[in-house]
């Protein structure tokens, strides 16, 4: 681990630190540079029993509790199909700017159980994804 990462690390750790001194509620974590290990953002808000939510699934299949944000995999498929029609001679100024289409909620029931919470059921139905 280079001084760049040890330094993230303890300003992750601070920060998770002071949420729980706080009693924080629930946490919103929106994509940055700096949120970039999955899995040791998921284990500090596991481990400070933060309900987090993030934009990104990644965060959610390795202990977060929920992501609500767009589909990656859908966000490469325009990025192919753009790469497709440059190639075959489009200018890229003339090409729209495109929003996500598709956005996803997923949930993971084992971080809800660690956290002592209850999800609706009615919110489980409408999920895209269930973590077991």
Do not use: C
Not at 63 to 83: E, H, N, P
Not at 95 to 102: A, F, H, I, M, Y
Not at 115 to 121: A, D, E, S, Y
């Amino acid at each position: 681990m280079n001084r760049r990462e040890v330094l993230r690390a303890l300003a992750r750790a601070a920060a998770f630190a002071a949420l729980a001194l706080m009693h924080a509620d629930a946490l919103f974590v929106a994509r940055d540079g700096f949120f970039d290990r999955r899995e040791q953002f998921g284990a500090q808000a596991t481990r400070h029993a933060i309900p987090t939510t993030f934009d990104l699934r990644e965060f959610v299949t390795v202990g977060g509790l929920t992501s609500y944000g767009a589909s990656l995999t859908d966000v490469y498929r325009q990025a192919g199909v753009y790469t497709g029609r440059i190639l075959k001679g489009a200018k890229p100024g003339d090409l729209p700017v495109l929003q996500p289409n598709k956005i996803e909620l997923v949930i993971n029931v084992r971080t809800v159980k660690s956290l002592g919470l209850t999800v609706p059921k009615a919110l489980l139905l409408r999920a895209d994804e269930v973590i077991q």
